[in-house]
């Protein structure tokens, strides 16, 4: 992939996806940087990297917040010279009837999944006009921007909004040589699937019907995720940019289907 020495900002690397996405970039010889709120689970992680001979540097991060934000792009050019890849992971989501969601709840999600996204943008281009050699940005984004459901009104904003930056922000950067691309994933067997999985009898209803609608019969691994994200900052996808590409087992094809009454 020739990724060696190349510095990556990992946002939301302490768990799930982001977690995958960093372990993969590091065992590409990636120097990683974890943007994580969570203090234990992110230097859980820094010791994990380190420990396996990685570079790896844990720096507490509320994407929310511009000083934050800011702060993460500052301490991975301090540590390792540059910045070349920008995955943009962190993300929140809950399931509550629109009637029920308050403004504090849509103000959180947009906050961290669109308002994150956007600052974690803003910075990594800032620092990758400085160096002048372009630079690659992932913002994660969800099947959700495409085929939704009820009760998902702010994530689903969120993550259109995301696939939507994500295109206007490859076309203003492209001749400077920065890439950005989206990737979608769909069910993926995180930490949550896990929890609901175990949840109690009803639990098996409710894994029983999201299999149902997944082409492949099961969720992601976070790796399946994590593969996608490095190849598109790699050379190999050196023509890719703007794009917004799916990795949810057929799912969003499944639920376009069943929209249509096939």
Sequence with gaps: MNLND???IVTGAGSGIGW????????????????????????????????????????QTNV????????????????????????????????????????DDWDHVIGVDLRGTFLGCKYAIEQF??????GNIVNISSVHSLSTLPNAAPYAAAKGGVTQLTRSIAIEFGRQGIRVNAVCPGLTDTQ??????????????????????IPLGRPASPREVANL??????????????????VDGGMSAMLTSLEKGS
């Design 20 to 59: 995958g996405i960093a372990e993969r970039f590091a065992n590409e010889g990636a120097r990683i940087v974890i943007a994580e709120i969570d203090r234990e689970s992110g230097q859980r992680l820094e010791t994990r990297l380190r420990e396996s001979g990685h570079y790896a540097l844990f720096v």
């Design 64 to 103: 929310s917040r511009e000083d934050d934000v800011r702060r993460v792009v500052g301490e991975a050019v301090r540590a390792f010279g540059r910045l070349d890849v920008m995955i943009n992971n962190a993300g929140v989501n809950f399931v509550k009837p629109l009637l029920n969601t308050t403004l």
């Design 229 to 246: 994200v490095v190849w598109l900052c790699s050379d190999q996808a050196s023509y890719v940019t703007g794009a917004n590409l799916l």
């Design 192 to 213: 949550i699937w896990q929890d609901l999985r175990a949840s109690g009898p009803d639990a098996d209803e409710v894994v029983n019907h999201w299999m149902s609608n």
């Design 129 to 134: 006009l400085q160096q002048g050699d372009g």
């Design 6 to 8: 190349k510095v990556v």
